[in-house]
């Protein structure tokens, strides 16, 4: 089984390589993303490799689909890349649906903490041996109240991390989970409740038509003000212009972020040489109360061998048994993991 892996990064070989060896699966590694430029670079392959950035919508589909390969390996979790509804009977599309929320929960924490213990100011002063305390003043996370929108694997493990900090857990869902109530420590509430009772509120839930700029001017009007909002889940849930006009106005008090709306050609390399074209990113993070991080919550080396170890093994199941159950099916609308092996038509 031949994979052209694009997007690729040095951290990514050395778990591909491995599980690749041990089953068969032979990666051909690309620097380039995927999209309808580079597409032809899949020629002679039996699928591809792809990653939260690669772009695969109809043309690409289309390309590949021509080229004879058969199989999209997705190498995360999110698929708000794929256009799904085309590539239904043409591309069998794998993914990898949990590979650490751990990972990603505690990076959320790390955020959260760094932003209100001011971390990432007195960092850069100790290394100039400047121990002022002046402008450092943080504020308990104990007994305030956390909104989480997203109650699935990282939701739920990072809603547990907060109770372990005496945190109140606001909870909101599509689908209610509601065995994770827990009295008032955590229970489920509509969004506006999150809107007005919260002092943080993190992002968990997947990026959709629906929850496309769930954070908007409307949401964060209805916000306390100083709210902390935490994003590690996708950019585009979040209107980055109206979070930028709502930290101006001192209403939002701080945000963390792990993703941002327009990341796919800046983050994951080096742009430091670069004038930044993107004026609202730049301003964003020439606030001192934002931090942004470029889509790392994942990268711990736990979640990167999971990741491989399951992508291998969707990609076998695929060629060798005709079916993997973390095949995405788009079926009368809707895309969720195959269950019953007929995704393809
Ligand atoms: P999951 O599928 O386990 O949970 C997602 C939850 O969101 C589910 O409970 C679902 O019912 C809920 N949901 C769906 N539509 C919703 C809506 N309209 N409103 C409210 N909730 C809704 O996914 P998981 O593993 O917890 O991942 C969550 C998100 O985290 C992913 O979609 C992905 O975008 C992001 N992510 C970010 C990473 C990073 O490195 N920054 C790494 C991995 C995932």
């Given at each position: 089984m031949k994979i052209a892996f694009f997007?690729?990064?040095?951290?990514?070989k050395p778990s591909f390589d491995k599980y690749g060896e041990q089953h068969g699966v032979e990666f051909k590694y690309f620097e380039t993303k995927l999209n309808e430029d580079t597409a032809e670079l899949a020629h002679g392959f039996d699928g591809v490799c792809a990653f939260v950035n690669d772009t695969v919508n109809a043309e690409v589909i289309d390309k590949l689909h021509e080229l004879g390969v058969k199989v999209l390996a997705l190498?995360?979790?999110?698929?708000?890349?794929?256009d799904m509804k085309h590539a239904y009977g043409k591309l069998h599309v794998l993914r990898v649906p949990a590979y650490s929320p751990y990972a990603v929960a505690e990076h959320t924490i790390a955020l959260l903490l760094t932003s209100i213990r001011r971390i990432h100011k007195a960092y850069i002063r100790s290394k100039d041996f400047n121990f002022s305390l002046s402008g450092l003043t943080g504020f308990d996370l104990h007994g305030k109240t956390v909104g989480v929108i997203g109650t699935g694997r990282i939701g739920r493990v990072f809603i547990d991390i907060c109770k372990g900090f005496g945190m109140k857990v606001l909870a909101y869902d599509?689908?209610?989970?509601?065995?994770?109530?827990?009295?008032?420590?955590v229970r489920y509430v509509e969004l506006d409740e999150i809107f007005e009772k919260s002092d943080v509120i993190s992002l968990h839930c997947p990026l959709t038509d629906e929850t496309?700029?769930?954070?908007d001017a409307n949401a964060l009007e209805r916000c306390k003000k100083g709210v902390i909002i935490l994003n590690t889940s996708r950019g585009a849930l979040v209107d980055a212009e109206a979070l930028l006009a709502a930290i101006k106005s001192r209403k939002v008090g701080a945000a963390c972020l792990?993703?941002?709306?327009?990341?796919?050609?800046?983050?994951?390399?080096?742009?430091?040489?670069?004038?930044?074209?993107?004026d609202t990113l730049a301003r964003l993070i020439s606030m001192p109360n934002v931090i942004v991080t470029s889509h790392q919550a994942f990268l711990t080396e736990e979640a990167l061998s999971n990741i491989a170890e399951t992508t291998v093994q969707n990609i076998v199941d695929i060629f060798e048994r005709g079916q993997c159950p973390n095949e995405l099916c788009y079926r009368a609308g809707n895309t969720e993991d195959c269950k019953s092996g007929k995704c393809f038509g």
């Open positions: 997007d690729t990064k040095p951290y990514d190498r995360c979790a999110g698929f708000n890349n794929v599509k689908f209610p989970a509601k065995e994770i109530e827990d009295g008032d420590r496309h700029h769930l954070i792990d993703v941002y709306e327009e990341e796919s050609d800046l983050f994951f390399e080096d742009n430091s040489g670069h004038i930044m074209e993107d």
